[in-house]
């Protein structure tokens, strides 16, 4: 029985802490309804739309306070969207919540981390991340502190030594004592810890907060001039004063955007908790999207991981006792229970024996070996053949290893035999071939990214020639193109191995990390999965982390998405879900900055030719409801996996600039022109805002191609909505009849306005090939 060091003669059982304070409760993986709340009302786009809403209030112009009530819906509906989510993806995440195995009434028990209270006894083995600041009291493991210190060497820890957490078991078992739970305790971020060396990164939300800033920088200069401008220079009575400004400000204002980026988010995180698959972080459904490269382990991913020993091929040496006693004393005092270690309990599972060890070393990926030493017999050592020295790989052997099997070599040795060192010459006793089926469902899986334009490498522990043997069975393209990294260690050979290889062997997890590094360094967006504790330093560092519900503790925490079914298989379900979030945001932001940069581009203008703003608020309000607002609301639902292509902010750009020019000129053109197009100065507004309504109109055309019966019946209604609302509802629009005579200018001029748009949007799109011929001519004057 332990012995509690704090009480001399008395057991675990009867000095179990209750009256101890708990440790802090571990942050939830969602934000709180309060946050919910208050990021979706306090925004800079909510302070401009109320600040604008008071101004209106003030001089009584209440027809034109619509828009801010269609802001509060969007409001409302962006919050009931992101609860919704949030209890989804709550009630999936208690199946991933870390657990701590602590002694309660004499015997280990699984319990939420926040039970903990200090002078608990807690049991730990590879794979857990240290729920508390502990004391070793019996037992020897190695951590990983690469979280807290940048440090990836493992760290052996013996009784009496302090673990701290945060840190993660990388080998051996051992019990431990909370220590501490003062403010230095990590364990009040123990859920947070290992996501929080991936910062956040949403491209969507990037861009949105960079127009966020450009619009809230011009918005009160422009908003000043436009009011200085009409109440005192022009004269204007303070009502229109404030209205035409008001119009100008709501106009720059690309409304609801961020809130459709967010609850499309939303949509897509709930919908992937229905199909168990937990999605920790909203935004990394955003990084999945972009992904080009996915790196997968091969045991436990390619393969079920329910591995088999085949058969043992013989001894070559007669053992100094027989090898199934030996192994029966090694299993029996091992503290390894990974894949392969229960794969030889049950094979050697009737082998019985006293022999007790005198010293043990357990198992680690750095190392690829176990030990433990006997008295008067030496110590046994099972492991890769590779790390065996002075044993040859027999030729039998090496064609098993073609075919994808694992090769383990039980040998032994009577020398010193440390951790933290090369073996020395050892002694084969025998090996044993070692089955992993091909997961069901994994060729398919890799051809649907082979399709979608993603690269998959394979990065294993495992022989590289097993590894992609397996890979070849499992469809993995160029699979033959594998490299053993064990023999690259330079950093210029492993940018070429990176460049050059599709499966990766025997791996170090810093290796695991570097690779990732490398492909990101050369262009691409990484996505990595995970199950174990030499997949995590990777996993931190890859652009979106995935893990398996099955794998170890710490992997699951480490990850921004888990697959709570242990199949790699479900991971086409999540990539088309990203896409389509920026696929569709992409598509439907180019609508909605059309507004944004021609009530720029107009206000500008009205302020250089000391021209009222030729709108009021009811008229943008309508403008955003039926082309922007309801259109992009069902379009952000659509299905779209294509592959992603630029980057969001310039596309949308790209997309919006002509149709904002075009209005920009319409506007020039009746405003400074209209009478030499026979139009009167009341005619003037209807004709203008139906030409706006136009050319809006053709850029939602454009963001509904290719038409779908659903994109059609959406820009049909949307344009038709539009229109009809201007001819039965002028009056409260403001805005005189349409006359006959009137309609032939709107004609006219729209046409000219889209044609224009389409020769902007033709430059724009060969602007690069313009650079590229005009630098051609420099370098080759002559030719």
């Not at 956040?200 to 619009?215: A, F, I, K, N």
């Not at 999540?574 to 900055?593: H, K, Q, S, Y």
Request: with cysteine; glycine share 6%.
């Amino acid at each position: 029985m332990y012995r509690c060091l704090r009480c001399p003669g008395s057991g675990w059982a009867w000095c179990l802490p209750t009256w101890f304070p708990a440790l802090s409760v571990s942050p939830p993986i969602t934000k709180s309804t309060g946050q919910i709340i208050r990021e979706n009302v306090c925004t800079l786009f909510n302070l401009f739309n109320v600040l604008i809403a008071i101004a209106l209030a003030l001089v009584g112009a209440w027809s034109n306070l619509l828009f801010i009530l269609i802001i509060a819906l969007n409001t409302v509906i962006g919050i009931v969207q992101e609860l919704h989510a949030k209890k989804l993806v709550e009630q999936i995440a208690v199946l991933t919540a870390p657990k701590a195995r602590a002694l309660r009434d004499g015997e280990i028990r699984e319990l939420p981390v926040e039970e903990l209270v200090l002078g608990d006894v807690i049991s730990l083995e590879s794979g857990m991340q240290i729920p508390a600041d502990a004391l070793v009291l019996e037992g020897e493991i190695e951590t990983d502190e690469s979280l807290l210190t940048g440090e990836s060497v493992p760290v052996r820890k013996t009784p009496g030594e302090e673990l701290l957490s945060g840190s993660v078991v990388v080998s051996g078992a051992c019990m431990a004592r909370v220590e501490r739970v003062s403010a230095d305790n990590y364990a009040t971020r123990l859920t947070q810890e290992a996501r929080a060396v991936v910062p956040d990164h949403s491209e969507l939300l990037t861009s949105m907060g960079q127009v966020t800033r450009s619009t809230g920088f011009l918005i009160p200069p422009l908003g000043l001039l436009l009011f200085l401008q009409a109440y005192f220079l022009r004269g204007a009575p303070l009502f229109d004063a404030v209205t035409t400004t008001a119009a100008g400000l709501l106009g720059m204002l690309p409304k609801g955007l961020v809130l459709l980026i967010t609850v499309s988010l939303a949509v897509g995180v709930a919908k992937l908790a229905h199909s168990r698959v937990l999605v920790q972080n909203l935004f990394s459904l955003e990084s999945l999207a972009h992904v080009d490269i996915l790196c997968l382990d091969k045991t436990g991913t390619l393969t079920e991981g329910n591995m088999q020993v085949e058969r043992m091929v013989p001894p070559a040496e007669t053992p100094p006792i027989p090898l199934a006693e030996w192994m029966g004393a090694f299993l029996a005092h091992s503290d390894d229970n990974n894949a392969t270690f229960q794969a030889m309990r049950s094979y050697f599972s009737n082998a019985d024996s006293t022999l007790e060890p005198m010293a043990k070393i357990p198992f680690s990926s750095q190392r690829k070996w176990s030990a433990m030493t006997f008295p008067e017999l030496g110590t046994l050592v099972a492991g890769a053949p590779e790390r065996m020295t002075g044993t040859v790989i027999p030729d039998e052997l090496r064609a098993e290893i073609r075919h994808g099997k694992r090769v383990l070599f039980l040998a032994c040795t009577r020398e010193t035999v440390r951790p933290d060192h090369p073996l020395p010459s050892m002694t084969a006793l025998a090996a044993l071939v070692i089955s992993d089926p091909i997961r069901a469902g994994a060729a398919d899986t890799l051809a649907y990214f082979r399709r979608e334009g993603v690269s998959v490498k394979v990065i294993s522990g495992d022989h590289p020639a097993a590894a992609a043997a397996v890979a070849a069975q499992a469809g993995l393209e160029n699979a033959s193109a594998w490299v053993d990294m064990s023999r690259v260690d330079t950093e210029e050979g492993l940018r070429r191995a990176a460049a050059k290889y599709t499966v990766f062997g025997r791996v170090s997890p810093e290796q695991k990390r570097q690779l990732v590094q490398t492909l990101q360094a050369q262009g691409h967006q990484v996505a990595m999965t995970g199950d174990g504790v030499n997949d995590i330093l990777a996993m931190r560092k890859a652009d979106c982390s995935i893990a398996m519900a099955h794998g170890s503790q710490a992997a699951r925490q480490a990850a921004q998405v888990v697959l709570l079914d242990p199949d790699f298989t479900a991971l086409p379900h999540i990539l088309p879900e990203g896409r389509r979030v920026v696929n569709n945001m992409t598509r439907v932001a180019g609508v909605f900055f059309v507004k944004t940069v021609y009530s720029i581009l107009l206000s500008l203008f009205c302020v250089l030719t000391d021209l009222p703003f030729p709108l009021i608020p009811i008229q943008v309000t309508l403008i955003d409801l039926f082309i922007e607002g309801y259109p992009a609301f069902f379009q952000s639902f659509v299905p779209d996996g294509r592959k992603l292509t630029g980057r969001f902010l310039p596309s949308v750009l790209r997309r919006s600039l002509p149709n904002a020019v075009a209005i920009l000129l319409a506007a020039a053109a009746l405003l400074l022109g209209g009478g030499a197009l026979g139009l009167t100065a009341g005619q003037i507004p209807p004709a203008l805002y139906l030409i706006i309504g136009a050319v809006e109109a053709e850029a939602l055309l454009r963001s509904c191609l290719p038409l779908t019966p659903l994109r059609g019946a959406l820009f049909l209604t949307a344009s038709a909505g539009s229109l009809c609302a201007v001819l039965l509802f002028h009056d409260l629009l403001s805005l005189p009849p349409l006359l006959p005579g009137t309609v032939p200018v709107v004609l006219l001029v729209s046409a000219v306005s889209i044609l224009a748009e389409r020769l902007c949007t033709f430059g724009l799109g060969h602007i690069p090939q313009l650079r590229e011929a005009a630098a051609r001519s420099l370098e080759h004057p002559c030719s």
